[in-house]
């Protein structure tokens, strides 16, 4: 198979490759900017076909002090993110030849480059996309550490049934095209989340970035009104996946559980057709508890890889 990669350091080729990569597709390319102060990747490893066909790309991150930490890869593969985006769903098919040798071939050359610079190892992280396994095993790679697990109801939604004496609480669906006050909760709740401050235009972002499929998002909100979690859930065929919940760091299982009880309520009412539902838990104990409580259960995971150079 035909496959070439260039290795160098232009921190910004990306928002080209990006370009490359949404051309053709019925998606608008999405903003693409770094935030002020964000680091650049030490280097980047570009994979095409020899017909010139972008295949994938990967980022080589290294830390301040290189001395404490291994250099971390992020890649991706043309293939199954235009499948993604287009989708709204995580791609979870077996690879194909290419799409492995590819992968392959991305991560080889990364290791060679942070050898070269005296680094004695190699770290990604696995999108638990059917690849993983496969890519670890041609590159002589070892789990180090998991990262998350992916929850799925095990009957058809329309036999579930909530646990009982589930906690009493207050949801809210978020309409499509929320209003001023409503994202400025949002931007609040965000912010507490994630330790970094937003503003209702981001909140306003992030609610817009979501695939072009339907989907369903509730918040979860505390006794003086505020918000404490939220899920989206978005439909594709007969599956609604939810990519993460949010949650604030007090945000016990027990409201969590009775919020996922209410989404699968909701899809039910707005989705008849979706039979399956499934959760990403980002090693966090508490969404666990609550989707274990849920009648959730694990269907499979994905995890960090060290390659020794």
């Not at 020899?50 to 291994?70: C, H, K, Q, Y």
């Not at 250099?71 to 690879?95: A, C, I, Y």
């Not at 050898?115 to 180090?144: F, M």
């Not at 978020?174 to 981001?202: I, K, Q």
Request: hydrophobic content about 40%; charged content about 30%; overall charge negative.
């Amino acid at each position: 198979m035909g496959i070439t990669v260039e290795y160098h350091r232009d921190a910004d080729a990306d928002v080209r490759l990006y370009e490359e990569l949404y051309a053709g597709t019925p998606v608008p390319l999405p903003r693409l900017s770094r935030e002020e102060g964000a680091g650049r990747p030490a280097a980047l490893v570009v994979a095409r076909h020899t017909d010139g066909r972008l295949l994938g790309w990967a980022e080589v991150w290294e830390d301040e002090e290189p001395e404490s930490a291994l250099p971390f890869v992020q890649w991706l593969l043309v293939t199954r993110e235009r499948e993604r985006v287009t989708t709204g769903r995580h791609v979870r098919r077996p690879g194909t030849a290419e799409e492995l040798e590819t992968a392959v071939c991305l991560l080889r050359r990364a290791a060679t480059g942070a050898a070269a610079a005296g680094r004695t190892a190699l770290e990604w992280d696995g999108p638990g996309d059917g690849l993983d396994e496969r890519i670890a095993a041609g590159l002589g790679a070892e789990e180090s550490e998991e990262l998350g697990r992916r929850w799925r109801t095990t009957v058809p939604l329309a036999d579930w049934r909530p646990p009982a004496a589930l906690q009493e609480v207050t949801v809210r669906a978020v309409p499509a095209a929320p209003g001023a006050g409503l994202l400025a909760e949002h931007a609040r709740f965000y912010s507490d989340v994630t330790g970094r401050s937003y503003d209702p235009e981001e909140a306003a972002e992030l609610l817009d970035d979501l695939p072009p499929v339907p989907h369903v998002t509730l918040d979860l909100l505390a006794p003086d009104g505020g918000v404490m979690a939220q899920a989206t859930a978005t439909v594709a065929d007969e599956e609604a996946l939810v990519d993460v919940i949010f949650r604030t760091q007090d945000t016990g299982a027990g409201p969590l559980t009775a919020l996922v009880a209410e989404l699968v309520a909701q899809v039910r009412r707005d989705h008849p057709a979706v039979t399956l539902l499934t959760v990403q838990e980002y090693d966090d104990r508490v969404t666990a508890e609550a989707l274990s409580a849920a009648g959730l259960r694990v269907a499979d995971r994905w995890c960090r890889y060290r390659m020794a150079l």
